[in-house]
């Protein structure tokens, strides 16, 4: 009773203060989503201004200038062709983020035609799914270089490649959610009225499997920027002397006694990223639908 | 139960069907010539030709395939370009190697993860559980192929307590065969680490608000009874899906830590099959790892429905 008289007796204060929490709001005060969100954005601006922080272009070699430690003219080092290390890290951050985004995009779309057909056209749930099935049952980054190796090493490729292998894992979640949303009143209610099906799954049921698609793609950006690494690593991404992470820390692999630095910068950016893409799902998830569970790649 | 194995076998069917046939067409992606790309920039026309005998590329592709599934049910994969030998024979050297190596990752998994998430839900939201957490999340986000090369850095070059790789046989010297795996198997286990103590941890909280543990609890039977009698057995279920799950993550895992570790295991040879454009070897490595991932699906599918008879009669 004191609350109510409270609120009555307090006609200034503004309408709708003991409203629930908008999802912004929920967002930003969960505190391991902020984290992560900093560190992405963090990334996202060196990515983005990458030509305006460089020291000297990430392909400038200085043969007299290998194997800098850090110092003032370069903050983390140069590497065996002399090229500084920090450039190269920072246009690494383009190439990563961009065939990372390219990836959680193209899986996106084609993860949720097949989930979205499988879920709701119970007919092609068999054989849609099975095709998943068969995808996801090779070793991913096997395929995911067995695709690349054939296709090429290429920042294009390795998007192809790795689309291919995480398409699967899309469509899981997506079907997952489309099962349950099919059966709704409302879109028993939009039949009823004489829907057609093609325009209640994008009315209806497309909108409200949203929240799991969005956590579901931020996990696959950041097993898209490690898998991507991998690629580069074993030599069929993106080809030197392209500055990608993964080709960083291949060249640096044959210094490591000398020039651990060399290896040290690039894995620790992946990480880095990685980190902060888990814990921006982590949070969406929270947030968002706070039953699913951890959805493992 | 009988009806339940035929049921999932029903589906693995097909499944083992279309991955033969993903596995068969894998050489189709190559643009161009295969034939020229594989025998090399300098090969002679000669050299070509033969090539593209060997692999039947001046055939159609339906009647390759044809001689591919006829070749399955002989259990013959035909032979490897760069080995010279039958695939089959390459693949079955390596097995045991990479069975030691993913089994001891495995180990490392279960005996690192699955008290670390039951001990972050028993002491939930204390300090205990948010280095878990902590060490979980930093554990899925850590690439394994660079904290391979970081591990070979500090114990085997800086500190040289271990070796920075290569292999022994078990039966040659079982210790400097545990040396030899310590740091791959920590390398490989990570990922999974993380993953299983985040799943237990959160099994563990849901099963811990259950109603029959809090009348254990309410009955007077010791707290560490509670956990061991009636939580315990629950959190079995994620951690058989988490193995299961593992398997896939392992042999991906082999593929570049085998190649960072020089451990002569299938993950390597595979690797060194796609650089080396060894189509038959590719193609019949991702035949035999698919169809093992299909057939260890099925069986902890079946051990589920073993554990939790509430999978047998639910519809998936």
Not at chain 1, 210 to 223: M, N
Not at chain 2, 63 to 73: C, D, F, K, M, V
Request: charged content about 15%; glycine content about 8%; overall charge neutral.
């Amino acid at each position: 009773m004191a609350s109510v008289d409270s609120v009555a007796l307090a006609p200034d204060e503004p309408a709708g203060a003991d409203r629930p929490p908008s999802l912004w709001q929920r967002l930003l005060g969960h505190r391991l989503f902020v984290t992560g969100a900093v560190i992405v954005v963090f990334m996202l601006l060196l990515a983005i201004f990458a030509d305006l922080i460089q020291i000297l272009p990430p392909e400038k070699m200085q043969v007299r200038l290998r194997f800098q430690t850090p110092s003032f003219s370069f903050p983390l080092g140069t590497d065996n062709y002399g090229r500084d290390i920090w450039s190269r890290l920072a246009h690494g951050a383009r190439l990563s983020m961009a065939i990372g985004f390219a990836v959680a995009l193209l899986t996106g779309i084609t993860g949720t035609a097949n989930g979205v057909f499988a879920g709701y056209f119970r007919r092609l749930d068999g054989p849609l799914m099975r095709l998943m099935d068969a995808l996801m049952a090779f070793p991913a980054i096997l395929l995911a270089i067995a695709i690349a190796a054939a296709l090429g090493p290429s920042a294009f490729n390795a998007v192809i490649a790795l689309s291919i292998v995480y398409t699967p894992r899309t469509a899981r979640v997506v079907r997952a959610t489309v099962l349950v949303v099919r059966e709704m009143d409302y879109v028993a209610a939009a039949k009823a009225c004489g829907a057609r099906d093609l325009w209640i799954v994008w009315r209806h049921v497309l909108p409200n499997s949203i929240a799991p698609l969005l956590v579901q793609l931020t996990f696959i950006f950041a097993y898209a920027i490690l898998a991507e690494a991998i690629l580069s690593f074993l030599g069929v991404g993106p080809p030197p002397p392209a500055p990608t992470w993964g080709n960083m820390i291949a060249e640096g692999k044959d210094y490591l006694r000398e020039a651990p630095l060399l290896c040290l910068f690039p894995g620790v950016a992946v990480a880095l990223i990685c980190l902060g893409l888990n814990l921006l799902g982590d949070g969406l998830r929270d947030v968002l639908d706070p039953r699913l569970r951890v959805q493992i790649g | 139960m009988p009806e339940f194995i035929l049921r999932r076998l029903l589906i693995a069917l097909p499944v083992l069907l279309l991955v033969s046939l993903i596995s068969a067409s894998i050489m189709e992606l190559v643009p161009g010539d295969p034939a020229v790309l594989i025998a090399g920039q300098s090969a002679s026309d000669a050299e070509i030709a033969m090539v593209r005998e060997q692999l039947g590329l001046n055939r159609p592709f339906v009647e390759r395939l044809g001689s591919w599934y006829a070749g399955i049910a002989r259990g013959d994969l035909g032979d490897s370009i760069l080995l010279n030998r039958p695939v089959t024979q390459a693949i079955a050297e390596r097995v045991p190697v990479t069975l030691a190596l993913a089994g001891f990752a495995l180990f490392l998994t279960v005996a690192i993860g699955l008290p670390c998430g039951i001990i972050a839900a028993v002491r939930a939201n204390t300090w205990v559980d948010q280095a878990v957490l902590t060490f979980a999340l930093i554990g899925v986000s850590v690439p394994n192929f660079w904290l391979s090369l970081m591990l070979i850095v500090l114990f085997g070059v800086m500190l040289d307590w271990l070796p920075a790789g290569g292999y022994v046989m078990f039966a040659d010297d079982p210790v400097g065969w545990v040396r030899c795996l310590i740091l791959p198997g920590l390398s490989l286990a990570l990922l999974q680490v993380g993953l299983l103590a985040r799943i237990s941890r959160a099994t563990m909280l849901e099963v811990l608000q259950q109603d029959y543990v809090r009348t254990a609890r309410a009955k007077g039977m010791p707290m560490w009874s509670v956990y061991g009698k009636h939580a315990l057995k629950n959190v079995m279920v994620p951690v058989i899906t988490v193995i299961g799950i593992s398997c896939g993550l392992l042999l991906s895992g082999s593929v570049v830590i085998e190649t960072v570790y020089s451990i002569p295991g299938m993950g390597r040879l595979l690797a060194s099959a796609v650089f080396g454009r060894d189509y038959p070897m590719i193609q019949g490595g991702l035949l035999v790892t698919a169809a093992v991932l299909v057939l260890l699906n099925l069986l902890v599918d079946v051990l589920y429905a073993l554990i939790d008879p509430r999978v047998r009669y639910g519809q998936r």
